[in-house]
């Protein structure tokens, strides 16, 4: 006898993780940081307008998650993409999502030169400190003394260099329009927040909007939850200060207005 399919109902909102639950490992920053971004297009009830873009990475595990159109790129190509797709189409809001290793190696050069064209796209880059996908290899992120699959005695700076400071990278090269901001899952009010803003940036049509969001790896950092939360607030945003970089002179309010942790 034929199997008849029940085709699911459209979700009224973004938000789907009711009927999808989430393929990331217990404890893993993404699903904060998609969470954040799921209300932020909810408040801003553009659901019909987004394209949400992901990268090779565990970036990719939320290709399905939101109920709006999405595409999925090869390693650190989601930024050029989803400048096209705004270029093709400029009252699209589009949302490209990326891992450090994606936004910050091997696709460095699409975020230097969307940042410094000034693209009206929001690019949002969950630093977790490693390559986590592939197994937990240093990435530009990594801390110093961080033990990882290719660093096993440490990342030393005076070989592989410091942490790489995005958001002050793109801060410094992007002009007038752009909003630029770091914000971490351990606050994720004041992250939905920064999100909220980028997107009401590119709605606005200023400029590039970059937000890096401070992210936890626990099955690659090999940390128990106690131990992940400390790397994560004290390690991290001991290095990586969290707060807002840029803000266009036009835009009204701070981005965390009432929307402090
Ligand atoms: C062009 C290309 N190079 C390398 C890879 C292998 N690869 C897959 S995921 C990944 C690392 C992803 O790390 P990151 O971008 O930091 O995202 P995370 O998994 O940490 O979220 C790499 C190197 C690939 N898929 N494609
Ligand atoms: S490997 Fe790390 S980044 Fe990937 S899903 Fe697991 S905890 Fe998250």
Known sequence: MAVEIELQPKMPKCWNLASKPHKFCPGCGHG????????????????????????????????????VDSVQT????????????KRANPDLIVVAYMGDGGGYAIGSQHLVNAANRNDRITAILCNNTIYAMTGGQMAPTSMPGQKTETTPYGRDVNEQGYPMLGPEM????????????????????????????????????????????????????????????????????????????????????????????
């Open 32 to 67: 904060l940081v998609l969470k954040a971004l799921g209300q932020a297009i909810d408040e801003l009830g553009i659901q019909d307008r987004v394209v949400f873009g992901c990268d090779i990475g565990c970036s990719l595990l939320s290709w399905d998650f939101f109920d």
């Open 170 to 261: 793109v801060a410094a090269i992007t002009h007038e329009g752009a909003y630029v901001a770091r914000g971490t899952v351990s606050k994720l009010r004041t992250l939905k927040g920064y999100i909220k803003k980028a997107l009401e940036n590119q709605i606005a049509g200023r400029g590039f909007s970059f937000v890096e969001a401070l992210s936890t790896c626990p099955t690659n950092w090999r940390t128990n939850a106690q131990q992940t939360w400390a790397f994560l607030e004290e390690n991290m945003q001991g290095y990586f200060p969290v707060g807002e970089l840029k803000v266009p002179a036009d835009a009204a309010g701070g981005a965390s207005e009432g929307e402090e942790e």
């Open 74 to 85: 090869h390693h650190g190509r989601t930024t050029p993409v989803l400048v096209g797709v």
